[in-house]
């Protein structure tokens, strides 16, 4: 049974950091895209940032450039989300995604495996 489990969320004060991780099983996922998503409650869920099977290509919303990084270890089926300076409307559950096919889509219905997310709260 393929997996996806997320960890490494929490309560933080703005302008602090956390590492997400997303542990895949069932599957060797590194050949897929992979990517980070958030929701809020009532909203649409959004991509944060995807990266190739690779590595060597990523793709981040503008609204976290330059604070977010997201990495991949395919070794260990592993990838991750470096968040710095973490602002209150970063608050949201987040959600780790595989695709397998080309492209680093922002759209949610293009990935084919998804994680139950992990809450991340910052407070002001």
């Known amino acids: 049974q393929v997996q996806l489990v997320e960890s490494g969320g929490g309560l933080v004060q703005a302008g602090g950091s956390l590492r997400l991780s997303c542990a895949a099983s069932?599957?060797?996922?590194?050949?897929?895209?992979r990517g980070w998503f958030r929701q809020a409650p009532g909203k649409e869920r959004e991509l944060v940032a995807a990266?190739?099977?690779?590595?060597?290509?990523?793709s981040y919303a503008d609204s976290v450039k330059g604070r977010f990084t997201i990495s991949r270890d395919n070794d260990k089926n592993q990838v991750y989300l470096q968040m710095n300076s973490l602002e209150p409307d970063d608050t949201d559950v987040y959600y780790c995604?595989?695709?397998?096919?080309?492209?680093?889509?922002?759209?949610?219905?293009?990935?084919?495996?998804w994680g139950q997310g992990t809450q991340v709260t910052v407070s002001s």
């Open positions: 995604a595989a695709r397998n096919g080309a492209g680093l889509p922002t759209t949610p219905t293009e990935y084919n495996y």
């Open positions: 990266i190739s099977w690779s590595g060597g290509r990523t």
């Open positions: 069932g599957r060797t996922f590194s050949m897929y895209v």
